[in-house]
């Protein structure tokens, strides 16, 4: 009996301090109050939420702290949405997140959790004036998502030892200057755009990337990618302002897009030897050459290159299953692909020199506006046969009926 008195109200504790570590809900903190019910807590199970209209003690500058600084893990979601005055946030001991998003806090410019390296998603949106993250030690080293977008940020440190993640969205920080992640694949899609590092350009750089699904890069000034091997499906540039793009390592992307990056002189992919999708090199003005592709065999979509260009090898070049298109406002030889038929290109062929407005696959625009199929090597249009016997024959009738 005397036991049982130990026991019983041991067992009472225990069973309350379950009942506050856990909620099939989302536990909402407002005040001081509702975070002492983490104090306990070394696992929540559930989600947290800080509500909009907090309780919290205010500065003489009206903005608000909100500091958790006992629990480890929560299993579910912390979510702080339009908490327009909280300018602090801490969780000190915090490992481990289901999903962290913070969305619409206009003043926020401290966001400490020094022990934090896992999430599942990482979703910050409209946080102007957040410009670190303190997320101390190696930071972050495991997520599923990250989407980080229209913040004050100016680096990304506290993320940048990330090994592995599926989904990376970095787009719309104006102050962001640099990005540098140590992840060696991405399962997913990974998409950068709209950075502009204060109009001075992103600098990116992968060192240890070896293969990822889906990669669009847009206004970046420098993109390293020296050890990537494969992209499943897309690997696109899009408006930036990198001068040389060299990839030693990769065979094999799905599709392979430059469009309108106005500073690129030279693409070096000396290992590439097929494009399961569309190859397009459309735009890029300062482009005179395309001559990095020496190994280049396969292309299964359409290759597709408009631009300015005075000299393109394709040394390798055994199958183009789509359409081949070339236009350039320059003077150009096109002998050397003329030659190449039907026995390599599967679909329509066009090549066409000295064109007025040169275009994408599809058109074959000049100074007259004209259409045309193929060309000769001095970019002549071929006539198309039986357009004219069509129109002669017309012409007889005409002729006889007057008579």
């Known amino acids: 009996m005397a036991i049982i008195q130990y026991i019983l109200p041991a067992l009472v504790l225990a069973s309350t301090a379950l009942a506050q570590c856990s909620n099939q809900g989302t536990l909402t903190i407002a005040s001081s109050a509702d975070a002492s019910q983490l104090a306990s807590c070394s696992t929540y199970s559930g989600s947290v939420a800080i509500e909009t209209g907090l309780a919290y003690p205010k500065d003489a500058n009206g903005h608000q702290t909100v500091e958790v600084t006992t629990v480890k893990k929560i299993t579910g979601n912390l979510t702080v949405t339009d908490a327009i005055s909280l300018s602090s946030l801490s969780f000190g001991s915090l490992q481990s997140i ?32 957040l410009q670190t993250l303190d997320f101390g030690g190696t930071g972050l080293t495991k997520a599923e998502s990250i989407l980080i977008t229209n913040t004050g940020l100016s680096t990304l440190t506290g993320i940048n030892n990330l090994q592995q993640v599926d989904t990376f969205n970095i787009n719309n920080n104006q102050a962001l200057q640099n990005i540098s992640l140590q992840v060696t694949s991405i399962t997913n899609s990974l998409d950068i755009e ?18 990822a699904m889906n990669m669009t890069f847009r206004n970046c000034s420098i993109i390293s990618l020296p050890a990537l091997k494969n992209v499943t499906e897309d690997l696109g540039f899009y408006g930036n302002t990198f001068e040389t793009f060299f990839a030693p390592n990769l065979t094999s992307a799905g599709g392979l897009i430059f469009v309108d990056n106005p500073a690129l002189t ?24 395309v001559n990095g592709f020496t190994k280049l065999s396969v292309v299964k979509g359409a290759l597709d290159f408009s631009g300015n260009f005075t000299d393109v090898q394709l040394p390798a070049l055994t199958q183009v299953q789509g359409a081949f298109n070339l236009q350039t406002s320059a003077k150009f030889d096109c002998s050397g692909f003329d030659k190449l038929g039907k026995a390599v290109i599967k679909g329509k062929y066009t ?38 016997v069509g129109g002669t024959s017309l012409l007889a009738g005409l002729l006889q009926f007057i008579l």
């Open 351 to 388: 090549c066409l020199g000295s064109r007025t407005k040169p275009g994408g696959e599809g058109t074959a625009s000049g100074s007259s506006g004209a259409a045309a199929s193929g060309t000769s090597s001095a970019g002549q249009i071929q006539a198309n046969l039986p357009a004219v």
């Open 98 to 129: 289901g999903g962290f998003e913070l969305g619409g806090l206009t003043v926020l410019s401290e966001l400490s959790l020094p022990q934090l390296t896992e999430v599942s998603q990482l979703n910050f949106t409209a946080l102007p004036a």
């Open 266 to 289: 030279n693409i070096s992919l000396p290992q590439l030897t097929a494009i399961n999708a569309t190859y397009q090199i459309a735009n890029n003005t300062q482009l005179k050459e």
């Open 194 to 211: 709209a950075n502009d590092g204060y109009q001075s350009g992103l600098t990116t750089a992968f060192p240890m990337l070896e293969t």
